[in-house]
């Protein structure tokens, strides 16, 4: 029931969007029980967020409600190049849609051509993250995350007045600023309104339409339910697998106690959005990171070389791998697991155990990245709701 009323949603938002500023509102939909103000255009707010199962309620700031001309205006500014100095890059130039808004670069190049030292992440299902956002959490709350790539020098390296004057010289900008957020004078159009429209835009950005999902049989997909295949359902088996749990007698070969849910999840997210050192590189002591990530954040030496654990959701569409693309592949990935853990004083307890790794057969890494794939979401990069509007 939730998930039909959630899908409802998404689509009056897409009818909505896709009709323009311009036109007025009329989602051709029972509206009756749905949190929607037609006076302010408000479609949903906390705490009324639609739950869609397994997942955790949406937590929306109280002074950034999401609107239909909010998240329009925020999908125009994620595609307009206008927030970059030269009006060659927009967000859209490393995040694209159909690799789930990641980018296939392992570090991410900016308007003057300098390559950063961190790969673009993927964005989706951000608005049930409440833990800090980039690699190492270095932005407490989307709002202040969507200021930091307009001046960032390897990024779109433009400044935020530049981008105000912009948009108040724009009669299109303009209108659609008055319009989301009620403005009178074109000079209250700041980059704190156009933050507030790219997260509301963002906070849309829900992928729950995979293989997976539709093989847990969550309505509406309890009729024409995908089953996984054998290979898929073993691989899926071993990624819950644990050292001495319960699943430990799950039919599958001796070997592969992954314990990848331990911080990947099982449903849902597929992360625990919390920050942890996965065994990627060696160090003898915590000066050793060469990338402090969390550590630079909390400036708790015990945290360098702690990284954002990501969403395993739209993994076969996101690489190359890891905070700084070091793994091409997939198969990479899964051999660094099972034969490459470092050590280091924080790896992660469920990693440290297994060190140098947890000596997987080639037909378990075979099968668990089947099931991975099982979790791509074509609805969600497909949906048009989240497609360029110009
Ligand atoms: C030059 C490429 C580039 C551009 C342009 C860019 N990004 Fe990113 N984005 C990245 C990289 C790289 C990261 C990871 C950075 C890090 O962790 O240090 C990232 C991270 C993010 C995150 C964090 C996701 C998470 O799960 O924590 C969000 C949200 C985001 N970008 C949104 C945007 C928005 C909105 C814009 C436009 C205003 C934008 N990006 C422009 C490359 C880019
Ligand atoms: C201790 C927690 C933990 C465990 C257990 C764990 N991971 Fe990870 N995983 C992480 C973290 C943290 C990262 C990001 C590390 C970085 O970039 O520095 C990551 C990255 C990944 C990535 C790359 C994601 C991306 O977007 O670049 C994949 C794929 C992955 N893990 C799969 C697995 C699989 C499969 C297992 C089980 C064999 C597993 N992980 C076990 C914490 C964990």
Redesign the pocket.
């Known amino acids: 029931m939730k998930k039909l009323f959630f899908i409802s949603i998404l689509s009056t938002l897409l009818l909505i969007t896709a009709c323009g500023p311009d036109e007025d509102l009329d989602p051709g939909y029972d509206l009756t029980g749905i949190n929607y103000n037609p006076k302010t255009h408000v479609i949903f707010s906390d705490p009324d967020f639609p739950t869609v199962p397994n997942f955790p309620i949406m937590e929306i700031p109280s002074d950034n409600p999401l609107t239909v001309e909010g998240v329009y205006l925020g999908r125009m500014l994620f595609y307009d190049p206008i927030l970059s100095a030269d009006s060659t890059q927009s967000c859209s130039s490393c995040h694209h849609q159909e690799n789930a808004f ?1 980018e296939p670069l392992s570090v991410s190049v900016g308007i003057d051509g300098i390559a950063g030292t961190r ?1 673009a ?2 964005l989706f299902n951000l608005g049930y993250n409440p833990n800090g956002f980039f ?1 190492d959490g270095r932005s407490a709350s989307l709002e202040v995350q969507a200021l930091e790539p307009v001046e960032n020098p390897i990024e779109l390296h433009e400044n935020w007045d530049n981008v105000q004057a912009k948009f108040r010289r724009s009669p299109m900008y303009r209108e659609q600023f008055r319009k989301a957020f009620g403005i009178e004078n074109s000079n209250e159009i700041d980059k704190e309104l156009a933050a507030k429209a790219l997260s509301q835009f963002m906070r849309t950005m829900v992928s729950w339409r995979s293989k997976f999902d539709k093989a847990l049989g969550n309505a509406p997909y309890s009729g024409l339910r995908p089953v996984l295949t054998e290979q898929e359902d073993t691989g899926r088996q071993l ?1 819950i697998r644990e050292l001495g749990g319960a699943a430990d007698t799950a039919p599958v070969s001796n070997g592969g106690n ?3 849910q ?3 999840q099982t449903s849902g997210l597929f992360t625990n959005n919390s ?4 065994g ?1 590189d060696f160090a003898n002591n915590f000066d050793d990171f060469v990338d402090k ?1 969390f550590g630079m954040v909390t400036g708790i030496s015990a945290d360098n070389g ?5 969403s ?1 959701r739209n ?1 076969e569409l ?7 693309g070091r ?1 091409e592949t ?1 198969e990479e ?2 051999r660094f ?1 099972s034969e490459h853990i470092k050590s280091s004083p924080n790896i ?1 307890s ?2 440290g155990n297994k060190i140098p790794g ?1 000596g997987f057969s080639d037909a378990q890494i075979q099968a ?1 990245i089947a099931f ?1 794939k099982t979790l791509t979401d074509d609805d969600f990069i497909n949906d048009p709701q989240f497609s360029n509007p110009f």
């Open positions: 990641a790969n992440m993927p690699w990624f992954a314990e990848c331990h911080c990947h920050y942890r050192n996965n990627l990530g702690k990284f954002r654990t990501p395993l993994i996101t690489g190359p791998y890891m905070h700084d793994f997939l990935v899964l697991y992660d469920n990693l947890v668990i991975l």
